[in-house]
């Protein structure tokens, strides 16, 4: 038996009608602007650079701050950490990976969206991050689909 506190994890995947190049040129930029929880966000301008700062604000009021940790071309993937919230986080930590890839089969893109959380992530905490990610998902398929 381990000794170790169990890590926990959100882990949400959707199949996007939509070319790689598509999904992957909105999720590079870490903007969120597909997501229609997001009202806007700030410190975009600085681009898709390892270490900037945005500051995500949302429409219920709260403002998340993360800093982009990793962007691969080659994996097609995008990692941040949230650094402040308004209101705090009920979480020491949480790091948050969003991964395309190709779907060869019919040129559409298998989207994976995981947040890892530190152990004193609640079961609320865990079953809200898993339904924001699905519904953020879904969001980044109509956004897409309408501005074809």
């Known amino acids: 038996m381990s000794t170790f506190p169990a890590v926990p994890r959100v882990n949400e995947s959707k199949v996007i009608q939509a070319p790689i190049e598509k999904v ?6 870490g903007e969120f602007k597909w997501w229609s929880l997001v009202s806007k966000v700030e410190g975009s301008n600085s681009g ?3 270490g900037a700062i945005r500051k ?3 429409k219920d009021g709260s403002i998340s701050e ?3 940790l990793e962007i691969s071309e080659i994996t097609a993937s ?3 950490e949230i650094v402040n919230s ?3 986080l009920s979480v020491l930590s949480t790091y948050h990976t969003i991964k395309a890839y190709k779907v060869t089969e019919n040129n559409t893109t ?3 969206w995981t947040a890892e959380y530190s152990t004193d992530a609640d079961q609320q905490t865990v079953q809200d991050s ?4 699905l519904d953020g998902l879904k969001d980044l398929e109509r956004f897409i689909q309408s501005n074809n």
Do not use: A, G, N, Q
Not at 24 to 29: G, N, Y
Not at 130 to 133: A, E, G, I, Q
């Open 78 to 80: 995008f990692s941040y």
């Open 48 to 50: 898709p650079v390892v």
């Open 110 to 112: 298998f989207v994976e």
């Open 24 to 29: 992957w040129d909105l999720l590079r930029e």
């Open 56 to 58: 995500i604000h949302f």
């Open 130 to 133: 898993r339904y924001k990610r």
């Open 86 to 88: 308004e209101p705090p």
């Open 66 to 68: 993360i800093r982009i």
